[in-house]
């Protein structure tokens, strides 16, 4: 499959959930030239439109196919 830029979707895409995909497909167009993105999980989720535990599992599985990597994690507050 492809993107509607003719890019190339990664076919494990198709093995992961629709999540993951949904997560996928905001990072790559949120991304700068460089390939950077800096995101909140919330932004990335409402963008995604699904929860943002969603998007952390998402994330998660991203990260475990090497299609994502984290280099700086947020510092943003955690429940407590």
Request: aromatic share 4%; net charge positive; hydrophobic share 40%.
């Amino acid at each position: 499959p492809t993107w509607g830029n003719g890019a190339r979707f990664p076919s494990v895409l198709q093995r992961l959930p629709t999540s993951a995909s949904k997560v996928f497909g905001v990072l790559t167009l949120s991304a700068s030239p460089s390939g950077e993105v800096t995101l909140s999980l919330r932004l990335l989720a409402a963008r995604a439109g699904i929860s943002v535990t969603q998007t952390r599992r998402a994330l998660k599985r991203l990260v475990a196919t090497k299609l994502v990597e984290i280099t700086e994690p947020g510092r943003g507050r955690k429940a407590t």
